[in-house]
């Protein structure tokens, strides 16, 4: 019996190709493998929430971020790490602490720079030190006569003005960043102050009102720094020649007030000023917020203090603020956007000859109310 062959049943059965067979395993390889990232990293994920959240060590780090967006623009981001009502909570800490370390009264003394005769080598004015330390670079600046220090603040009303523009606008030998100021949502013009400026032994401005005290980096006529919490008529009594409000003070008589690297208020650019007791005046400037600096704490600054020998040392205004300027060359790198600096109200300046130097009061006639300090 014949029988017929369709064309249907002499149709070979379809075999994958040996490509097909290899792009199918890869495809399986990679899901597998897929799969594994995903599984390593929700284990991970979860292993560092567990430190986080569950252990003394995670708790510290946790904090560290947080007290380190508490000095930047982005404070309302620490809520996400440590919760709005222990961002409040650590806020109203930070502040209550520093009010605190400026009640102790100072009682250092220093040695009125002494005149040297022509045979005696002479110390240079300014001495420039470039150090660094475990995540931070920056600049210690040792001046070494306090009376050739005077408070600069801007040429013109409406605006601040950059430190180098003071420096070569007045003739500086140098200059560092000094008081803080209003900054309406971290775009301020630099021009409005916050608390007190004195200069040449005159209030230049005053925001004070019917607060009794507040908390100043200063000098008085003999170049001695005075740093704390005090009454307008204390600083007039104290002779105080030059300063601004800033805080916290960081040592005083001689001893560090900051206790370890966890109370050292985050990690941030920053600038301080202290005094040893042969009266020369140390100035702290630390980069930060960049690749080759993170940035310090106030521990830090505090023990660059102590190990220079200072008997006195207050924070002054950080951040995009921190620069350092000397023979019209910037120093440092500072974190602002210019890499110039910000305008600012206020600076530490250093001349040969001070006397010679004249610094108009540029608020003269102004209330703190007239001021619009986010108008350019």
Not at 132 to 161: C, H, W
Not at 318 to 328: E, F, M, P, T, Y
């Amino acid at each position: 019996m014949n029988m017929r062959v369709t064309p249907e049943s002499t149709k070979p059965e379809f075999t994958p190709s040996r490509s097909a067979r290899r792009v199918k395993r890869r495809k399986g390889r990679f899901v597998r493998l897929l799969l594994y990232v995903m599984t390593f990293c929700m284990l991970t994920g979860a292993l560092a929430a567990g430190w986080l959240f569950f252990t003394p060590s995670g708790n510290n780090f946790r904090y560290l971020m947080a007290d380190t967006l508490i000095t930047t623009q982005h404070r309302h981001w620490a809520k996400y790490i440590i919760g709005q009502q222990a961002l409040d909570e650590r806020v109203a800490e930070y502040n209550q602490r520093f009010e605190s370390m400026g009640d102790e009264r100072d009682t250092h003394v220093i040695e009125t720079p002494e005149v040297t005769s022509p045979e005696e080598e002479k110390k240079p004015l300014v001495e420039v030190e470039e150090i660094s330390g475990k995540g931070y670079q920056g600049f210690v600046m040792i001046v070494n006569d306090p009376t050739k220090i005077r408070l600069g603040v801007p040429a013109k009303q409406g605006r601040g003005e950059r430190v180098l523009s003071m420096v070569e606008r007045t003739g500086a030998v140098a200059g560092v960043n000094a008081g803080g100021f209003a900054d309406p949502n971290w775009q301020g013009n630099g021009f409005q102050p916050i608390g007190v400026v004195i200069s040449q032994g005159n209030v230049y401005y005053s925001d004070l009102g019917k607060k009794k005290s507040t908390q100043i980096v200063g000098l008085d006529q003999q170049g001695k720094m005075i740093a704390g919490r005090y009454s307008l008529q204390e600083m007039i009594d104290l002779g105080v020649r030059e300063a601004v409000t800033f805080q916290p003070r960081i040592i005083v008589n001689g001893k560090g007030l900051i206790k370890s690297a966890k109370d050292g208020w985050g990690i941030a650019p920053r600038t301080a000023m202290g005094q040893r007791e042969d009266g020369a005046i140390i100035f702290v400037i630390i980069d930060g917020r960049q690749k080759h600096s993170i940035g310090a704490n106030l521990y830090d600054v505090q023990q660059i203090m102590l190990e220079r020998g200072a008997v006195i040392a207050a924070n002054l205004d950080g951040g995009s603020s921190s620069i350092l300027v000397k023979d019209h060359v910037i120093m440092n790198k500072p974190s602002s956007k210019s890499g110039e600096g910000r305008y600012l109200p206020s600076a530490w300046l250093v001349y040969e000859h001070p006397e010679q130097v004249e610094m108009p009061n540029v608020w003269e006639g102004l209330r703190p109310q007239d001021i619009d300090a986010g108008k350019w």
